[in-house]
C-alpha cells in the first residue's frame, strides 16, 4: 500500500495542477540515486547517478508527460502530438493510452533508436517520419498544433517543464541539499531548464541552502548553444541529442549563467567511452545520449576542472535497453557449448 504514487501526487502543491485535476500517471518519478564508486574514484568527488531510464517508459520524459497529459485531458483534448529524436514520442504514446487520448509523433527518418519506434507503434500512436531532422519536425508539430485540434505535447509546453523539475525535488530530499554541481545532457535544452526551475523553487523555500552549478553537455556534432549559432545538420551517434536548434535555447543559457556553470560538448567517442564505463563499471546500462552528462563530467576531471571532494549528481536520461545496437557493436559474439559441464567451464576458464 505504500508505492510511491507518481510525481503529481508526490509534488502536487508544487505543481500547476488543482484539487480536482483528474490525474493521468503510469506512476512516474521515485527513480534511484546511485552512488557512482568509480566514478567517485576517478574524481576524488562523491558522484551520484540519477537513473531516469528506471521510469515507467525508460526515460526522463515521463515527468514532464504526466502533467502535459493531465493538462491536455483537463483542457478536453482529444488527441496530442509531438515531434521527437525518440523517448517523447514512446512517453506520449503510452501516457495518451492512459487517458484514452489519440497520439501523432513526428520523428526525423531512420534517425530514432529501434526500441523507441517499437514503444510508439505498440502503444498504438499514430507515426509519420520527417523527410528532415528533429527541429523540422518540431516546426511542423509546432504548425499542426496551432492549425488543427491537437495539442501539443514537446517541452515547449510549459507544463512539461513543470513535470520535470520534479527531479531536482527529489535529489534535494534524498541528499538533504543540493550537490554542488549538476551535470546532464543537453538536446532540445527542456530537462535543464527544469532542474534550475526545481533548485530554485527548493532554495526559495529554504528547502535547500543552495543550488549547484548546472553543467550541461551537447554532442559535438550537434552544439548549438556551445557553438553560439543553429546547426544546420546536426550529427551525432546519441540520436536522442540530435537537435541542431534548441527550443529552451535561451533558458539552457539563463541556468548556465544563473548557476555559475557552463555548457560544453563532448566527441561521439567521449560518449561511447563513458557508455562503456558506465555498464560495465558501474552496472547502469544507459543510451548514449545519457552518457553525455558522464563523458562531460570526465572530461572536466581530465582537464583539472572539478576540484575534489565535492557532491555531484550526473543525470543518465534514457534506458540502455531503448538502444542496444551499441551495446552489441563490436562486443566479442558469444562462444557456443554442448550441454557440458566439463567444456562449459573450460570456455569459462574455470577448469
Ligand atoms: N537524453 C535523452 C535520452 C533524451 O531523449 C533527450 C531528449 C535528452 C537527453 C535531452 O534532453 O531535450 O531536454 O535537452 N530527447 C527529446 C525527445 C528531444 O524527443 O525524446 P533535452
Request: one cysteine or more; hydrophobic letters at 40%.
Amino acid at each position: 500500500t505504500h508505492q510511491w504514487r507518481g510525481i503529481i501526487e508526490e509534488y502536487r502543491d508544487r505543481l500547476p495542477v488543482k484539487d480536482t485535476t483528474e490525474v493521468v500517471t503510469l506512476r512516474e518519478g521515485g527513480t534511484p540515486l546511485v552512488p557512482a564508486q568509480v566514478l567517485s574514484e576517478r574524481t576524488g568527488c562523491e558522484v551520484h547517478l540519477k537513473v531516469e531510464g528506471a521510469n515507467p517508459t525508460g526515460s526522463f520524459k515521463d515527468r514532464g508527460m504526466t502533467m502535459a497529459i493531465t493538462r491536455a485531458k483537463e483542457e478536453g483534448a482529444q488527441a496530442v502530438i509531438c515531434a521527437s529524436t525518440g523517448n517523447t514520442s514512446a512517453s506520449a504514446a503510452a501516457y495518451a493510452v492512459r487517458a484514452r487520448m489519440v497520439s501523432a509523433v513526428l520523428v526525423p527518418q531512420g534517425k530514432i533508436a529501434l526500441g523507441k519506434m517499437g514503444q510508439a507503434l505498440v502503444h498504438g500512436a499514430k507515426i509519420l517520419q520527417v523527410d528532415g531532422n528533429f527541429d523540422d519536425c518540431l516546426t511542423l508539430a509546432r504548425s499542426l498544433s496551432e492549425k488543427y485540434p491537437v495539442a501539443l505535447v514537446n517541452s515547449v509546453n510549459p507544463v512539461r517543464i513543470e513535470g520535470q523539475k520534479t527531479a531536482a525535488f527529489e535529489i534535494v530530499d534524498m541528499l538533504g541539499d543540493a550537490p554542488d554541481i549538476h551535470v546532464l545532457p543537453v538536446g532540445n535544452a527542456g530537462n535543464i531548464t527544469a532542474y534550475w526551475k526545481g533548485y530554485k523553487e527548493y532554495a526559495a523555500d529554504g528547502i535547500a541552502a543552495r543550488t549547484p552549478r548546472m553543467w550541461g553537455f551537447q554532442a559535438s556534432g550537434s552544439a548549438p548553444i556551445v557553438r553560439g549559432e543553429v546547426v544546420k545538420d546536426p550529427s551525432t551517434i546519441a540520436t536522442a541529442i540530435r537537435i541542431g536548434n534548441p527550443a529552451s535555447w535561451s533558458f539552457a543559457e539563463a541556468a548556465r549563467d544563473e548557476s555559475g556553470g557552463a555548457i560544453d560538448e563532448v566527441t561521439d567517442r567521449q560518449i561511447l567511452a563513458a557508455y562503456r564505463l558506465l555498464a560495465s563499471q558501474e552496472g547502469v546500462f544507459v543510451e548514449p545520449a545519457s552518457a553525455a552528462s558522464v563523458a562531460g563530467l570526465l572530461k572536466a576531471a581530465e582537464e583539472g576542472r572539478v576540484d575534489p571532494g565535492q557532491k555531484i549528481v550526473c543525470t543518465v536520461t534514457g534506458n540502455g535497453l531503448k538502444d542496444p545496437d551499441w551495446a552489441v557493436a563490436g562486443a566479442p559474439q558469444p562462444v557456443t557449448v554442448p550441454v557440458d559441464a566439463d567444456a562449459a567451464a573450460e570456455r569459462l576458464g574455470l577448469a
